[in-house]
């Protein structure tokens, strides 16, 4: 099941602003990935999957690693990865190694709201540089933060365009990811309450 779609842009007021222009919904809630140098906005989807708009914060040092998720170098607003929910992480990233593509180790993530609660979940380490390939996301405890996020869209489809789209969809299947390859630049692209976004 598709857990968020990520929204990278150089800004995060622009992009939220943006969203909002387009769309009719504005972005709330998120906060602050410490350490990372990113924070984020959120916008529900359906009652389990979000879209995150996440952009370099200004307020945090420059982290020591590049900024996680492709932000690193966003020049310009886009759809820059997306997220697979399940319940055991373990368990998925070794089915779908093998299967034949190995998402890379369990790490944890956190993110600070703006009260100050600490979120926290688990995902695998391909989803530190993005891409048209999934991560997995395990919420564990933690609800999921389409509950709380602002309503009023849906995903109504996604799919990914990739160059070699013989390369990719073996990838996207070993992960359970069920979405059409089309032949393109190396994008993905969701219908969203009727418009699209890439």
């Keep these: 099941m598709i857990d968020h779609l990520i929204y990278a842009a150089p800004d995060l007021d622009a992009a939220v ?3 909002e222009e387009r769309f009719g919904v504005r972005a709330e809630g998120g906060g602050q990935h ?15 999957t979000y879209l995150e708009i996440i952009a370099p914060d200004p307020r945090q040092p420059e982290p020591e690693l590049p900024r996680p998720f492709g932000v690193e170098g966003v020049t310009r607003a886009g759809l820059v990865g997306w997220a697979l929910s399940c319940d055991d992480i373990e368990q998925a ?5 093998v299967a034949g593509f190995d998402p890379g180790a369990v790490i944890d993530g956190q993110r ?13 380490s ?19 933060p389409a509950l709380s996020a602002p309503a009023g869209l849906v995903l109504e489809s996604l799919h990914v365009e990739h160059p070699d789209p013989a390369l990719i969809t073996p990838r996207l299947r070993a992960l359970g990811a069920d979405v059409e ?3 393109g630049a190396s994008a993905l692209v969701a ?6 976004l890439r």
Excluded: K, Y
């Design 17 to 19: 602003d943006e969203v």
């Design 34 to 48: 410490l350490g990372l140098g990113t924070h984020n906005r959120l916008l529900a989807l359906g009652p389990r």
């Design 93 to 97: 990233r070794e089915a779908a190694a």
């Design 112 to 124: 600070q709201t703006a009260s100050g609660e600490v979120l926290r979940w688990r995902l695998t």
């Design 126 to 144: 391909n989803a530190l540089t993005g891409g048209v390939v999934p991560f997995l996301i395990s919420w564990g405890d933690t609800p999921s």
């Design 181 to 183: 390859v089309r032949l």
């Design 191 to 196: 219908s969203i309450s009727g418009q699209e």
